[in-house]
Structure formats: C-alpha cells, structure tokens
C-alpha cells in the first residue's frame, strides 16, 4: 500500500504543476508547449498510479491506459461521463506525443484545463477508496 500511496502521491504532485502552468496568464506558444508537456506527464503518472490502484485493490493487471480506464469505470473509480473523457484524453495524450502540429497543439491546450480536473477527480477518486480500505474496523 506504500507504493500505491508514494504513486497517488506523485501523481497529485504532477497535476499541481500542470494546474499552475495553466494559471499562467497569456496564450504564448512557450505557455502551450509547457502545458502539453506537463499534461503528458500528469496523464502518464494518473494512469499508471489507477494501474497500480487496480492490480493492488481490485486484483486487475492491466497494461494499457485504455484498459485501466475501462476498469476504474468498471470498479467506481470514474462514472461513464468521466470514462469516455478519460478515453478521449488518452487519445489527445498519444497525439501530443508521436506528431506535433500548432493546430491540434492549439486544440488540445484548450481542454487542458478540463482533463487536469478529470484527473483530480480521478486521483481523488482513488484516495478516497484507499483510505476508506486502510480505516480500521
């Protein structure tokens, strides 16, 4: 449980910074291009603390991002509203990653703000369960 804690952790450290390169004020190319970046790692740390949240909660080993949000919708940890955005955000993440273009660079900055409180829904989400778990009896 340790490991999952230090992860979720993490995670959370990783939103607040792209919650706060999103407070920046302006539209500079330097703003987007940090906030995509910063959504990049955000997302990878999210999905891969729900993965471990999965194998160590609910006994679900899973590889992919998609699979972890199709099983944290299956266990509770995301309705099917937030599933379906956290699908469409997976896909936004694997398009910052294998091409770049000012348009869709343009697109995705723009629901930055969106997925960053999906995520902390997402990791709240998990907290919550953890520590209910964790509550003696």
Known sequence: MERLRNRLETALRRLNSLE???????????????????????FEAAWKAAQLFLAVV?????????????????????NDKQAQQALAMAD???????TYNEGLADQIYARLPEYAQLIHAWLQSMARKLQELEKPD
Not at 21 to 31: N, R
Not at 58 to 78: F, M, N, Q, Y
Not at 92 to 98: C, E, K
Request: aromatic fraction near 4%; include cysteine; charge should be negative.
């Open 20 to 42: 706060t390169i999103l407070s920046e004020p302006g539209d500079s190319a330097i703003v987007r291009d940090a906030a995509i970046q910063r959504f990049e790692y955000t």
């Open 58 to 78: 609910e006994g679900i080993d899973l590889g992919s991002p998609k699979g972890v949000i199709r099983a944290c919708r299956e266990v509770a940890l995301l």
């Open 92 to 98: 936004d993440r694997n398009m910052t990653v294998h």
